[in-house]
């Protein structure tokens, strides 16, 4: 596989070959001057039966879900259509303990506040981490709603140990916090079932609720602080 070293929604991600590579490397340089490449081992077990990715929040492994690309792909991102992803209940025990090392072994000294880890079988039959994602990742709350409540609880728990005594402790704007992320989660089931949710799931899964949450207490800190 040629992908960039950065990206999103499998933009620019494509296979590759022995025989093709140069050519194929030439003309991602061409599109994409300056930026740096990755080529990659594909694991056919992707194509036949998807990945698994193991969601985190707060460091508490949440749930499992399985995505499998179209029969015409190898890629999961919405962009290209793949199969509805489904719950994994319960996951492999030995493949939950598995990504939570991987999650441990994440540099800063501490769990983030959420994280998608994505693994497949290897070409050995052996679980391969794909990729631990915790700056944009699609958390699929649709297929657990009640992680939002983690969330934002954790998330108001992290703005609060940042800022201390500057943020307010009253019970009325935690409900604020937990409500905005719960609501949002609750609508979630709707809007896929208006339509694609393309330029990254997370959009509409989690980010504007977190960023509701982080934008209050960010409003009230500067009302504070002048």
């Known amino acids: ?10 933009v620019a991600v494509g296979l590759t070959s022995l025989d093709t590579i140069e050519r194929d490397v030439a003309t991602a340089l061409e599109e994409g001057p300056g930026r740096p490449w990755l080529v990659q081992a594909f694991l056919p077990s992707i194509a036949a039966d998807g990945e698994t990715s193991f969601v985190f929040g707060a460091g508490q492994f949440t749930r499992a879900v399985r995505t499998q690309p179209a029969a015409s792909d190898f890629r999961v991102n919405v ?6 992803p489904e719950r994994t209940d319960p996951p492999p025990a030995e493949a939950v303990a598995d990504t939570a090392r991987v999650l441990a072994a994440l540099p800063g000294g501490r769990a983030p506040l959420y994280a998608r880890i994505d693994g497949a079988p290897g070409r050995d039959g052996r679980r391969v981490c794909l990729e631990a994602e915790v700056n944009d990742p699609t958390l699929f709350l649709d297929l657990a709603p009640t992680t939002a409540e983690l ?3 954790s998330t108001l728990a992290a703005v609060m140990e940042q800022y201390g005594a500057l943020l307010p402790r009253h019970r009325a704007f935690t409900v604020r916090a937990v409500a905005c992320l719960s609501s949002v989660a609750a609508a979630v089931p709707s809007q896929r079932a208006s339509g694609p949710m393309d330029a990254g799931p997370y959009t509409w899964l989690c980010r504007p609720a977190l960023s509701h949450a982080i934008t209050s207490a960010a409003l009230w800190l500067g009302g504070k602080t002048g």
């Open 1 to 10: 596989m040629l992908k960039p070293c950065w990206g999103g929604s499998g």
């Open 79 to 84: 962009r290209y259509t793949p199969r509805p």
């Open 151 to 153: 969330l934002a609880r």
